[in-house]
Every structure is written in C-alpha cells, then in structure tokens.
C-alpha cells in the first residue's frame, strides 16, 4: 500500500544543542527511547545504527508511539517514529529534517478476493492516500 517513513524526534528543550542539517555525528550518542528488543522495529533499528555507528544510550523502551512521543516530550530522549504517527504532533517535541535519515516500513493489507466489499475498499484507499508521499504534514520545525 505504500511506505511510511520514520523521522527522528527529540525534546524542544535540546534545541540549543542540536541544530539543523543533523549530522549523524550531533545525533551519535544521545539518549534514546527505543523498540523492545527482538521486536521487527528494534532489528531495523540496530542495523541502522550499526551502519552509521551510532551507539545510542537506550533509556526507555516503547512499542507504543503516543507513550514515546510522551517520553519526548518530556524530555527524556530522542526517538524514531512514523509518519503516520506524527498526524498530531505533541507540545514540547521537535520533528528534525534528518537528510541522510531514510528508514521506512512497509504498510501493506492482504485481503481476501472474497471478502472485499464497499467498505473495505475505500477503507484500503484511505489508509494508501495517507501514505503518499505529497501528503500534507505538520511540520514542527
């Protein structure tokens, strides 16, 4: 159905020490809240990190995107999450343009070719034009 990318989200109150265009340098050793581990987010993540040898100091872990966006935005880490996740941004977090940030996961449905009907389809078409890429986004910064 379409890709939903994940974008790198910190505390406003780190504002002062991270700055725009984000090398992966500046972004190396901060507090984060990530995936538990073994779960399929945690394996794209540690191979991201591995690639740009980040080590990443883990202070929470969080399957569930509005508790991590609270985390944030309370200042406790930085953390990776999806766009579709990211509809509403919360006060107190910063949606950083990371360029060279690019990890996204697959939204896909299987459906089987005798259950569709009216509904279903246009709830599939909602969900697919959510993920274009020319959607609206709330930017934070």
Do not use: K
Not at 28 to 36: F, G, M, N, T, V
Not at 106 to 133: K, M, N, Q, T, Y
């Amino acid at each position: 159905m379409g890709e939903d990318p994940f974008r790198v989200v910190f505390p406003e109150s780190w504002g002062r020490r991270l700055s725009a265009p984000y090398p992966a340098e500046q972004l190396a050793d901060l507090s984060r809240i990530l995936h538990h581990p073994g779960s399929s987010d945690a394996a794209i993540f540690d191979a991201f990190f591995a690639r740009w040898d980040l080590h990443p100091r883990v202070v929470a872990h969080s399957d569930d995107f509005h508790a991590t966006l609270a985390l944030v935005g309370a200042g406790l880490g930085a953390a990776l999450v999806p766009d579709l996740a990211l509809r509403e941004i919360p006060p107190r977090v910063v949606v950083a343009d990371v360029a060279w940030f690019n990890i996204s996961r697959s939204i896909f449905a299987l459906v089987h070719p005798d259950r569709v009907s009216a509904g279903l389809s246009d709830l599939l078409d909602g969900v697919a034009a959510s993920l274009a890429p020319d959607r609206p986004r709330n930017d934070a910064d």
